[in-house]
């Protein structure tokens, strides 16, 4: 059995750590709406430099929505494109939201995750259609949210501004992502963490825990 001693706040990023995620999904949902001749520009919707602009709150959700029209020269409705980028979100397994319920009782508990507008009102309402939970906020003491704060992991500027936030020593708090760069930009400010590996990597480190 381990003990966290010296850990008084935990944060958790949202992909892939509290809900699952798949690219292809979307690429899938795409593929449905666009022109075959066009199936090979899908590949271009991930590193579009506008998703990064989109999640650090540089343009809003109607702007990411023209930029994905332009991009593909379609002229896509509000909801067609609505769903394709909602598409990656896939499982929102229930002992994760246990788990976290069950560690707000001897913990501080944030999420700290690079996301956007689109995605955060859909995840709310998975959160309460499937699981009766009232959003983030329900289920966590903080939320932080690139696009909302202006900064986007792994740059050092969030952990700092998570830190001033939260009020707690970096060495006390410990954070779970699934991107090694983005543990090391947390490293670097002097943050614990814990690289999220595989769907049940969470479970399994509080598992022993006590």
């Known amino acids: 059995m381990k003990k966290l001693e010296n850990i008084d706040f935990l944060?958790?990023?949202l992909?892939?750590?509290?809900?699952d995620i798949d690219f292809d999904l979307s690429i899938r949902e795409l593929k449905k709406i666009l022109p075959e001749d066009k199936h090979h520009l899908t590949s271009k919707f991930f590193p579009s430099t506008f998703l990064k602009d989109y999640e650090k709150g540089m343009i809003n959700s109607d702007q990411f929505r023209?930029?994905?029209?332009?991009?593909?020269?379609?002229d896509f409705s509000n909801d067609q494109i609505d769903h394709i980028w909602n598409s990656l979100l896939d499982d929102l397994p229930q002992e994760r939201i246990e788990l976290i319920s069950k560690l707000n009782r001897d913990f501080g508990t944030a999420v700290l995750s690079n996301t956007n507008?689109?995605?955060?009102?859909?995840?709310?309402?998975?959160?309460?259609?499937q699981r009766s939970v009232d959003g983030l906020s329900g289920m966590f003491d903080r939320v932080f949210l690139s696009h909302e704060m202006g900064l986007a992991k792994p740059d050092e500027a969030i952990y700092r501004a998570v830190i001033n936030e939260i009020q707690v020593e970096p060495n006390r708090v410990l954070f779970f992502?699934?991107?090694m760069a983005n543990l090391d930009g947390a490293k670097r400010v002097g943050i614990q963490t814990y690289h999220i590996t595989h769907p049940k990597a969470l479970i399994q480190f509080f598992a022993d825990v006590h």
Request: aromatic letters at 10%; proline letters at 0%; a negative charge.
């Open 117 to 129: 507008e689109i995605h955060i009102l859909k995840f709310n309402q998975l959160l309460k259609e």
């Open 15 to 19: 992909g892939n750590v509290i809900i």
């Open 177 to 179: 992502d699934d991107l």
């Open 11 to 13: 944060i958790f990023d």
């Open 66 to 74: 023209n930029a994905v029209r332009e991009l593909y020269q379609e």
